[in-house]
Each structure stands twice: as C-alpha cells, then as structure tokens.
C-alpha cells in the first residue's frame, strides 16, 4: 500500500514514515502542500495522510486540488479538534479524520479500513453486518438463517454509502445528498430515524449498536 505522507513538523513526520516503513507501507513524504500535489501527480498513491496547517497552502485547499484529478482517499491528521473542521475536510472529499495527538494504533487502523474499502471494487462483493450479508451488486440483504432481510428504498441508500466506504467517517451531508439530493434544509432528525430503523435490522442490540456508529456533530461509521 502507497501512502504520501504531507506533514510540515519534520519530527512528526519523520516518525510517520519510520513506523509506516516499519510495517511494509510504501512511503513518500511531502513537507508542503505544493510537494504533495506534485507527488501525486507523478506517482500513483493509495492514500493521503494530510496535515491541514501546512506552510504555502491550506490542506483544505489541497483536498480541493487533489479531488479536481483523483479519488485518491485522504486521512486528514490536524490538531483542530472541532466538528466544524472535520466536516468541512469531509464535505470536501477527506474520507477520514484523525486529531493530534494520536494514537499510532489509532491512525493504522484507519490505514486499514481504508486499504478494505479500496479492495471494493465498482461491483463490490457481499459485506456481512452483524449476521446480515449485505450484497450491493444483487440489491439483497440476507440475514444468518438464510431469510431476506427487507430495506426501505432510503434506508438502502444510506447503507450502498455506508457499504462502500467501510470503517470511514461519512459525513450526514454526504449521506443526506444521497438519499435527497442535497443536505440544504433538511432537518437533521431525518437522518437519525433512518439510521434508527437501520440499526434495527442490522444490530443485534439495536441500543448499543456495534457496527452503525454515530461520530457526534459529524456523521456515521460502518464497522462491518
């Protein structure tokens, strides 16, 4: 798996790419965010790990820039804790957010669920939820005694997003555009029934729900 690193503190960075090689990832670093479109613009890479504070650009910008040419999915690692910022890097096309300071655990972990979702490919194979096999491509939903498993038109739509993005962060505006085109106006209760009514048939305990999580103020996570 290819990662660019784009990080301006050069000891975090140095650190980044040591464990990252440590553990058979194929590293490029970038100290800023001109270096970084450049790298990416000459080598294929399988995903981003960004820093939005750089010192020519904004990383936001970045994003911008690299969504004008490539899917390439973007960790976005930054000190900014607040929900504001992370759903504006997501909106923008980040696929995950990680905050300084960080577990090195944590940030591999999400390497991984990235490197998952990349192995999905335009037809994507069958993804169990709990004891619910979830075929995107057939369009069914069978559960572990071998019954279908009956979605709402809506509900079916926030899971094809879900599915295809395992264990990333999907923002509610980007699950609201799905289902109604645009997440303008909308009220944001209109999300969390659905998701209410998802977890009640994908959860063994609908209450404390271990696969459908909510990231509060951001959106939701599908932890297959």
Do not use: C
């Not at 290819?2 to 960075?13: G, H, I, Q, T």
């Not at 976005?76 to 980040?94: F, N, P, T, W, Y």
């Not at 577990?103 to 335009?122: K, P």
């Amino acid at each position: 798996m290819r990662v660019l690193v784009v990080e301006d503190e050069a000891p975090l960075r140095r650190a980044l790419v040591m464990n990252l090689d440590a553990r058979g990832f194929a590293v490029t670093e970038a100290a800023d965010g001109a270096h970084a479109l450049t790298a990416l613009a000459d080598h294929q890479q399988d995903v981003v790990i960004l820093d939005l504070g750089l010192p020519d650009m904004s990383g936001v910008d970045v994003i911008r820039s690299v969504r004008a040419f490539a899917t390439t999915p973007i960790i976005v690692l930054s000190a900014r804790s607040g929900s504001a910022d992370k759903v504006h890097a997501l909106d923008l096309g980040a696929d995950d957010y990680v905050t300084k300071p960080f577990n090195m655990d944590e940030l591999l972990a999400r390497l991984r669920a990235t490197n998952r979702r990349l192995q999905v490919a335009d037809e994507p194979v069958p993804t169990t939820v709990g004891t619910v096999t979830v075929d995107l491509a057939a369009t069914t939903a069978i559960d572990g005694d071998g019954a279908p498993v009956h979605f709402t038109p809506t509900e079916w739509k926030i899971l094809d997003v879900l599915v295809r993005r395992p264990g990333s962060l999907v923002s509610s505006d980007t699950l609201l555009t799905a289902v109604r085109g645009s997440a303008e106006h909308t009220d944001p209760s209109y999300l969390r029934i659905y998701v209410g009514q998802l977890r009640r048939k994908l959860e063994p305990e609908p209450g404390r729900p271990r696969h459908l999580i909510t990231e509060p103020g951001m959106g939701y996570r599908l932890r297959p």
